[in-house]
C-alpha cells in the first residue's frame, strides 16, 4: 500500500535565536515532528536549509515504496537545493541527496497562506527558538565567522577609541 507523504519545513530567528523544524503527515495524519535550537549566529536561509536537509535525511529511511513530497516556503532555500553549483554547502548536500533518492519531491508552497502543514512546521520553528533540542549538526561557514569577527574586532576598537585618552587632538584639516 502506498502511503501519501507530506513533510512541511521551516526556519526561524528570533529575539531567543535561530529555530528549524519539519512536520510529517501520512495520508494527511500527523506522524512525526522534528523541532530544533539552532546556534544563535544562524541566518534564516541557514534554518530554513537545515530544517529541509533534516526532512531530507528522515525521507531517504522511509519505506521505498512511498513518494514523499516535502514541502519549503522559502524560495531562496527551494533555489538553493536545485543547484548543485550552490555557495551554501547544506544546498548541495540536499541536492546530492535528492539526486540519489528520486523518490523524494521538493517543492514551494506559499507561507501563511493557510495550509495547516506549513502553519504548523511555521510553529514548530518559532518554538524551536527557545525550547528546541539543540541541533548537533552546527556549523559555521567560513564567510559567516569572517563576518562575525569584523564585527566583534570593529565592536572592540570602537569600545578602545570611546574609552582611550589618546589621539583625540589630532585632526585632518582641508588644505587649498
Known sequence: RKDIINIFTDGSKTEHGGGAAFYFLTNDIWAYQWPAKLNDNYTVIQAELSALHEAVIYASHLPNHNTSKIHVD???????????????????????????????????????????????????????????????HTKLHKPHIKGLLRKRMLEEWQTLWKNGDTGRKVSLRPTN
Not at 78 to 99: D, H, P, V, Y
Not at 108 to 118: F, T
Open 74 to 136: 522559502n524560495r531562496l532555500s527551494f533555489m538553493a537545493s536545485s543547484n548543485s553549483n550552490s555557495a551554501k554547502e547544506t544546498a548541495r548536500k540536499i541536492f546530492k541527496f535528492l539526486l540519489s533518492n528520486p523518490r523524494i519531491k521538493v517543492s514551494w508552497v506559499k507561507a501563511h497562506a493557510g495550509n495547516i502543514g506549513n502553519e504548523r512546521a511555521d510553529q514548530l520553528a518559532k518554538d524551536a527558538t527557545q525550547h528546541g533540542k539543540p541541533y548537533s
